[in-house]
Nanobody, 125 residues
Framework: EVQLVESGGGFVQAGGSLRLSCAAS????????IGWFRQAPGKEREGVIC????????YRSDSAKGRFSIWSDDGMNSVYLQMDNLKPEDTAVYYC??????????????????WGQGTQVTVSS
């Protein structure tokens, strides 16, 4: 059973940085994707950035370009989300997710089957 546990959320001022971690375990395949999603109050959950296990290729949403990065340095056991130059509109609960999405569903909720519990990120202006 795949399990995901996020950590690293918190409170930061605009322009600051945060690093989130996703501890992943239980994969039985070597081909999957781990993605970071976020959900702000009253809004739908949206995909931010993801990382493919086989080639470590990454895909970003427009909001993440130039500010967010994703990587793993231990074979996908831990996947990190580095967020720089944070803005108040980045305030949300951030979720780590795993699945085997096709290209068209890489940044969609339906592309992922396992979710972490979420971690709150709050950016003040």
């Amino acid at each position: 059973e795949v399990q995901l546990v996020e950590s690293g959320g918190g409170f930061v001022q605009a322009g600051g940085s945060l690093r989130l971690s996703c501890a992943a375990s239980g994969f039985t395949s070597d081909s999957y994707v781990i993605g970071w999603f976020r959900q702000a109050p009253g809004k739908e959950r949206e995909g931010v950035i993801c990382l493919k296990s086989r080639d470590f290729q990454t895909y970003r949403s427009d909001s993440a370009k130039g500010r967010f990065s994703i990587w793993s340095d231990d074979g996908m056991n831990s996947v990190y989300l580095q967020m720089d130059n944070l803005k108040p509109e980045d305030t949300a609960v951030y979720y780590c997710a795993a699945g085997r999405p096709i290209l068209s569903t890489l940044r969609t909720v339906r592309g992922y089957t396992t979710w972490g519990q979420g971690t709150q990120v709050t950016v003040s202006s």
